[in-house]
């Protein structure tokens, strides 16, 4: 069964950065977009970033454009977002979902949570 | 401020039928499908709608969405307690080239 599994989470300081793991397994993962999804604490979902399944295409939310940077490697059935400069406001929990185009974000993990304070 | 506009809540009693707005413009709704998300407390969001209307395997049929213009609804009949839940609307939005989601309503089975 498809299953995503995010790591990297953890309480940092504000200005610092963090690297977000998403490891995928079962499906075949360079044939999908991936996409990070993140979710403030008691606040709706708020799309982050996109990427294609070759890594050739990829899309950010204005909030994070120019500190954060998604990536993949096929190879490793592993998705990533290094997360640069980071913000009280980047604070949420952060889950990584199979973006399945029109098809919608058909698979999630259980999130990991991202703690931005001093 | 979400791009796509939600009610903040809901509710209905067991039995009961309800529907969800989402309201969005001809950049996202307009010229994109939405998908629907249902996150209940605790949990990961799960897909409930995908295309507008079509429901993933295990999704019951008493569960719907439609679409017209820039608007869309999700609909619930016969309400059950499990129902009690978050649900978001999203769509991909081309000016903005970036998925957006509605702010999300809280359904509530009183």
């Known amino acids: 069964q498809v299953q995503l599994v995010e790591s990297g989470g953890g309480l940092v300081k504000p200005g610092g950065s963090l690297r977000l793991s998403c490891a995928a397994s079962?499906?075949?993962?360079?044939?999908?977009?991936m996409t990070w999804i993140r979710q403030a604490p008691g606040k709706g979902l708020e799309w982050v970033s996109y990427?294609?399944?070759?890594?050739?295409?990829?899309y950010y939310a204005d909030s994070v454009k120019g500190r954060f940077t998604i990536s993949r490697d096929n190879a490793k059935n592993s998705l990533y977002l290094q997360m640069n400069s980071l913000r009280a406001e980047d604070t949420a929990v952060y889950y990584c979902?199979?973006?399945?185009?029109?098809?919608?974000?058909?698979?999630w993990g259980q999130g990991t949570l991202v703690t931005v304070s001093s | 401020q979400s791009v796509l506009t939600q009610p903040p809540s809901a509710s209905g009693t067991p039995g009961q039928r309800v529907t969800i707005s989402c309201s969005g413009s001809?950049?996202?709704?307009?010229?994109?499908?939405v998908n629907w998300y249902q996150q209940l407390p605790g949990t990961a969001p799960k897909l409930l709608i995908y295309?507008?209307?079509q429901r993933p395997s295990g999704v019951p049929d008493r569960i719907s969405g439609s679409k017209s213009g820039n608007s869309a609804s999700l609909a619930i009949s016969g309400l059950q307690s499990e129902d009690e839940a978050d649900y978001y609307c999203?769509?991909?939005?081309?000016?903005?080239?970036?998925?957006?989601f509605g702010g999300g309503t809280k359904l509530t089975v009183l």
């Open positions: 979902a199979r973006d399945g185009g029109s098809l919608g974000f058909d698979h």
């Open positions: 999203a769509a991909w939005d081309d000016s903005l080239n970036g998925q957006v």
């Open positions: 990427i294609s399944s070759s890594g050739s295409t990829i």
């Open positions: 079962g499906f075949t993962f360079s044939d999908y977009y």
């Open positions: 295309s507008d209307y």
């Open positions: 001809s950049s996202n709704i307009g010229s994109n499908t």
